[in-house]
């Protein structure tokens, strides 16, 4: 099927909000292990880790937006680890995985991620640079087209 | 620590129906469109000129709109009638998203509503949060996410910018903290204290069951006596686990026991209080093999084994926190589910009594000194 530049931005979006909804969980799991690191010292440590990965994330996730090449480098090694860790401790007979919601969040959503942001990157190299915000909000965004950062995955200026 | 309610469980039937529906009437429609069928070109051209995250905003409406109609026989009243409006709701929003140009808004107010009407349902005991349930919330909060980033924001003031960074983070906090309110104020017959998922029994002992009970309570007391001194329990194989600060009690665990099934005489672990004069073994454990594996359960509803779900583990420092109802841990934790296990106190405890799942608290606070 062939496709087009408004699909590769299209895929860069879906894949910025799936990202989001990945960080507010983080976020949510940091916020909540606050209680418990009262008592838990480790778990101070890795409440604050997971605030501020889920910062991170919510940063990565703008900047994919703004068609980062780092940013997407950045979440596609982050989601491939995430889905090889799941994939190591759903061997291990903890009951890592039980459910549809587990299975949303640790494996569908990751794996949703990855296959937008391969599908974001396909042929960017040689194809043409195209306002990302267009798919996204139709024609009467291109307006704002030019506003200087809607070109996905440009390359870092090195 | 949230299961899938019986009467949901064939809301995921449902939901798999619909996407095979789905992704078989495009099909459909697509080779209508080739082969000519002007209606179905029609059709088609819409749908291929509208943008990726409406399509997937829509295909996730869909989706929750079939998994409130599946779930309307298993519930009543209100309910049931809310459960109709919001999937049809859903269904005609999933239309209207490549019909109409006025979708957007009252899509979005739709998925918050839902949203939210869950959260009062939940925290009023109405409903209790299972795993369809949260499911579906999450494929509501993944649309308003995606309509959320089709807004287009007319005036692009700090408070808007603000407001719209930071709706959706709220938005999953909020949603967070009402399904953990809700479950652990109103937890369903099976859990105990948060995390422990009961045995299903019957509601009355039976004079055997009774008599099997304090067989196995007296059998235990008699065989675990010898490890009154820890050093005795250590040289019978038993390792100690962690000391911890948050726990008063500490178990010795015995791997080369770790396969026989409710033995007296080989416990999986004895548990000791923290005592201000030392430890004091109070208590022996049973625990099954694997997770999902039933024990005996010679007393019937008196001899009650419990399994922990729903626990954030981590092996730095060997530290738990409850996880959160979208099955999220901190990073460095993970998600752990251990077998079912059976403690049988061998000192008075209280109320709970000598299978209980947990110390009474006053008991805990007379042995240790701490709740």
Known sequence: MDRTPSTKSGAAEIASVLVVVQASLSLVAGLSAIPFAIVEPGFRVLAVVTILMAAAMFWLARNLRRGRRWAWRWLISMELLSLAMTALLSLLPIGTIRGPVPLLVNLVIPTAVVVLLAASNAGTASGPRTPAREDVDGPRRQQHAGDGHAYPFARDPQ | ?371
Not at chain 2, 89 to 96: D, L, Q, R, S
Not at chain 2, 127 to 152: F, H, K, S, W, Y
Not at chain 2, 250 to 255: A, G, L, Y
Request: hydrophobic share 50%; proline share 7%; with cysteine.
């Open chain 2, 1 to 371: 620590m949230y299961d899938i309610a019986t009467d949901h469980a064939g809301a995921i039937s449902a939901a798999v129906l619909a996407l095979i529906f789905v992704a078989a009437f495009v099909f459909g429609l697509r080779f209508l469109a080739t082969a000519g069928v002007a209606w179905a070109a029609r059709i088609t051209h819409v749908y291929d000129a509208a943008p990726s995250i409406t399509k997937l905003a829509a295909a996730l409406m869909l989706l929750s709109g079939t998994i409130h109609l599946a779930l309307v026989p298993g519930h009543d009243g209100i309910t049931g009638v809310l459960f109709v409006i919001d999937g049809l709701g859903f269904i005609v929003f999933a239309m209207a998203a490549f019909l109409t140009a006025w979708w957007h808004r009252p899509a979005v107010l739709w998925l918050a509503a839902t949203i939210l009407a869950y959260l009062v349902w939940v925290i009023a005991g109405w409903e209790t949060p299972d795993q369809i349930g949260i499911a579906c919330n999450l494929i509501e909060l993944v649309a308003l996410g995606l309509l959320m980033r089709l807004a287009n924001p007319t005036r692009r003031t700090w408070p808007r910018r603000v407001w719209r960074a930071t709706a959706f983070p709220l938005m999953a906090c909020l949603t967070t903290l009402g399904i953990w309110v809700g479950g652990l104020a109103h937890p369903d017959a099976l859990h105990a204290h948060a995390g422990a998922l009961l045995q299903p029994v019957a509601a009355v002992a039976n004079p055997e069951q009774q008599a099997a009970a304090a067989q196995l309570l007296a059998d235990t007391r008699a065989s675990i006596a010898r490890y009154q001194d820890p050093a005795a329990a250590i040289a019978a194989g038993f390792k100690p686990g962690p000391a911890s600060s948050a726990d008063p009690l500490r178990h010795f665990q015995n791997s080369a026991n770790a396969n026989v099934i409710l033995d007296p005489n080989r416990p999986q672990a004895l548990v000791y209080a923290q005592t201000p004069h030392g430890l004091q073994l109070i208590g022996a454990m049973f625990q099954m093999p694997r997770a999902g594996q039933w024990g005996p359960d010679p007393g019937g509803p008196l001899t009650q084994w419990h399994q922990h779900e729903g626990i954030c583990f981590s092996p730095f420092g060997i530290e738990f926190s409850f996880e959160t109802p979208f099955w999220t841990c901190p990073i460095g934790s993970t998600s752990i589910t251990t077998p079912p296990m059976l403690h049988v106190w061998i000192i008075d405890n209280g109320k709970n009594g000598p299978f209980a799942a947990d110390l009474d608290k006053a008991v805990q606070r007379e042995l240790t000194g701490r709740s």
